[in-house]
């Protein structure tokens, strides 16, 4: 096991490489500290990087989809020479006795990294919801190594990706109309079979889809489940619970996102969780232990998006700024 060299500067680890984090590490790396990110993936980015769809809701960023603002965050981090760790994942963390902490971390490679630090930043985001569905639906995971059923937005704004003529979309959220209303306006047959009686949409998306009703390119199955799913002819039969079918050639499941808060190597700090798991923050983004803050959408279930993330990312970095500063 290897020490990370110390510096003059505390070192500060940052869990997770999306918008948020990356914000946090510029904010405390202009403030003269020494940020570390720590990313699983090979790549910063996170979820904004398997968005295909444009993004016209981040300021001053027109025209780009979120994996393009993914690009433009981390070219910036880049320049602003942080120091990144790809391709680790936090084993172990400990709070010590003079309130700081020790971290510990493996590499995809087997490597295994420590460092000691006054403070840890939480920015692990959220992954899509459905792992569920897929153990409980008999061929589901099986449809989805084939590539007819898929978790999450990303395929369906995919530029290269055989839409087929009729999908089914699984679930009533903005991610549901959405992408179903993108799949009509591609020419594609959508099918939204969602669980309640109404959509949890916004209005304006339940509109936009409602729009293409009347053409039979839309249609809506409320108060339904997912019972069965086969391959019959090349097609995928999905059954509901009152028993009717349809065959379709892809299946999209968008449930919605589970905030990242589970991994083992949190257990230890006992850190206080809403009721839908993501981390309970203060005003300065800081969680129930001192010194440990959570920023992005793992701590934000009301308003989770880019601009937020950003925003948390520099408040929990101005506050270990301060708070480093005073002592």
């Known amino acids: 096991m290897s020490k990370a060299p110390m510096s003059k500067a505390p070192n500060v680890p940052i869990i997770g490489g999306g918008p948020a984090g990356m914000s946090c590490a510029l904010w405390l790396g202009n403030s003269g500290l020494g940020p570390i990110i720590i990313e699983q993936a090979s790549e910063l980015g996170g979820m904004a990087r398997a968005s295909p769809y444009p993004n016209e809701w981040l300021l001053g960023r027109p025209g780009e989809t979120a994996r393009e603002n993914a690009d433009a965050f981390a070219r910036h981090v880049q320049q602003a020479k942080v120091e990144c760790w790809l391709g680790a994942r936090p084993?172990?963390?400990?709070?010590?006795p003079d309130g700081g902490f020790d971290l510990e971390l493996v590499f995809a490679d087997h490597r295994?990294?420590?460092?000691?630090?006054?403070?840890?930043?939480?920015?692990?985001?959220?992954?899509?919801?459905g792992e569920d569905f897929l153990?409980?639906?008999?061929n589901a995971r099986t449809?989805?190594?084939?590539?007819?059923l898929h978790l999450g937005p990303t395929w369906a704004g995919e530029s290269g990706a055989d839409l087929g003529s009729h999908v089914a979309v699984i679930g009533g959220g903005d991610n549901a109309f959405d992408v179903s209303r993108i799949l009509i306006e591609k020419g594609v047959?959508?099918?939204?079979?969602?669980?309640?009686?109404?959509?949890?949409?916004?209005?304006?998306?339940?509109?936009?889809?409602?729009?293409?009703?009347?053409s039979g390119m839309a249609d809506v199955m409320a108060g339904q489940?997912?019972?069965?799913?086969?391959?019959?002819?090349?097609?995928?039969?999905?059954?509901?619970?009152d028993g009717r079918a349809i065959e379709?050639?892809?299946?999209?499941?968008?449930?919605?996102?589970?905030?990242?808060?589970?991994?083992?190597?949190?257990?230890?700090?006992?850190?206080?969780?809403?009721?839908?798991?993501?981390?309970?923050?203060d005003g300065n983004m800081e969680t129930s232990c001192r010194g440990v803050f959570a920023v992005g959408d793992i701590a934000n279930p009301t308003h989770p998006c880019i601009a937020t993330a950003i925003g948390s990312g520099t408040m929990a970095a101005?506050?270990?700024?301060?708070?480093?500063?005073?002592?």
């Open 248 to 281: 379709v050639d892809h299946v999209v499941l968008l449930l919605g996102y589970q905030p990242n808060s589970d991994d083992p190597w949190l257990d230890g700090l006992a850190l206080a969780k809403g009721p839908d798991g993501h981390l309970v923050v």
């Open 225 to 241: 489940t997912v019972a069965a799913l086969n391959e019959v002819g090349g097609k995928v039969r999905v059954r509901t619970s």
């Open 135 to 138: 153990d409980s639906i008999a």
């Open 318 to 327: 101005r506050e270990i700024q301060r708070r480093l500063s005073a002592r």
């Open 189 to 214: 047959k959508a099918t939204i079979v969602m669980r309640s009686q109404s959509p949890h949409a916004q209005p304006l998306l339940v509109d936009r889809l409602r729009a293409h009703q009347a």
């Open 112 to 129: 295994v990294r420590s460092l000691s630090c006054p403070a840890v930043v939480i920015a692990a985001g959220t992954r899509f919801r």
């Open 143 to 148: 449809l989805a190594q084939r590539g007819r």
């Open 91 to 96: 084993q172990r963390l400990a709070r010590r």
